[in-house]
Nanobody, 115 residues
Framework: QVQLVESGGGLVQPGGSLRLSCAASGSIFSILAMGWYRQAPGKQRELVAAIMSAGSTTYADSAKGRFTISRDNAKNTVWLQMNSLKPEDTAVYYC?????????WGQGTQVTVSS
């Protein structure tokens, strides 16, 4: 079983930056593909960025060029660096495996982009 705890969200102005962190428990973290998902009010949860166990990455079109996902398997941690934030990035952000496992959802971290 894996437990995931997200942190790092907050209120930021358009154009600003945030770095989200996801701390994972469990000895199998290093072999898992991980992703950052987000859910905006009234919208379905979507995968924003993913990183494979060896470090290759993929991004949603909305995140390309602005977001960077990274991981440290020794620290059981995944990060999402978000730059040039836009109001439409406002959402609750979650980390989970790729493909996701429903039992792994954490509480998420709120990101609000507003002036």
């Amino acid at each position: 079983q894996v437990q995931l705890v997200e942190s790092g969200g907050g209120l930021v102005q358009p154009g600003g930056s945030l770095r989200l962190s996801c701390a994972a428990s469990g000895s199998i973290f290093s072999i898992l593909a991980m992703g950052w998902y987000r859910q905006a009010p009234g919208k379905q949860r979507e995968l924003v960025a993913a990183i494979m166990s060896a470090g290759s990455t993929t991004y949603a079109d909305s995140a390309k060029g602005r977001f960077t996902i990274s991981r440290d398997n020794a620290k059981n941690t995944v990060w999402l660096q978000m730059n040039s934030l836009k109001p439409e990035d406002t959402a609750v952000y979650y980390c989970n495996t790729v493909p996701l496992r429903r039992s792994y959802w954490g509480q998420g971290t709120q990101v609000t982009v507003s002036s």
